[in-house]
Structure formats: C-alpha cells, structure tokens
Nanobody, 114 residues
C-alpha cells in the first residue's frame, strides 16, 4: 500500500503562482511514476503532469510552459504552477502509479480568481 499526502493549493489571483507538494509513504519502491491530475466541476479528471522514476516528464498541452513537475526526493513530488488562469481552477489530485495499483491522494482545491 502507498499513502499520498498533499499540501499546498488555495486561492490565488490570475497570473499568480502556487506550489503543490505530495509525499508518498508505504511501499514507495513499487512506484514507477507520480503525477498530478485535476478535476473541475462537471468535467472529467485529467492529467496535468507526471514524472517517472527516471525523470521523464509529461505535461498536458494546456499547462506546458507554465507548470513544472519535479521529484524532490524518492517519495516527494512538487508541482510549481505559474501564470495561473481561471480555467486552472479545480481539485488537484496526487497520483502514484505502480504496476499493480494506482494510488490517489485526497485532493486539494486550487481556485484562480479573475
């Protein structure tokens, strides 16, 4: 089992920045990738950014050039969000992918005001 604890998020004006952090505990050696997803009201959950244990990163087109994902330690991942837009408003979920399981954090609200 893997447990994910998220921190960060909150309310920010358009153009501002926020940092989300996710700490994994438990069987972290099984994790092959970690990332962030988001879900806005009435919309499906979507991938924002991910990073593999080898450091390969992947971003949604809508956040490229504005968001940066990094793996600070073996079990912590940070998402730095710059130039935030109102359409970035959503609940952001940390995700850890293992070959036999997919783990989720409890979610953290990000609200960007115009």
């Amino acid at each position: 089992q893997v447990r994910l604890v998220e921190s960060g998020g909150g309310l920010v004006q358009a153009g501002g920045s926020l940092r989300l952090a996710c700490a994994a505990s438990g069987n972290i050696f099984t994790i092959s990738a970690m990332g962030w997803y988001r879900q806005a009201p009435g919309k499906q959950r979507e991938l924002v950014a991910s990073i593999t244990t080898g450091g390969y990163t992947n971003y949604a087109d809508s956040v490229k050039g504005r968001f940066t994902i990094s793996r600070d330690t073996a079990n912590t991942v940070t998402l730095l969000m710059n130039s935030l837009k109102p359409e970035d408003t959503a609940v952001y979920y940390c995700n850890a992918f293992a070959p036999k399981e997919n783990y989720w954090g409890q979610g953290t609200q990000v609200t960007v005001s115009s």
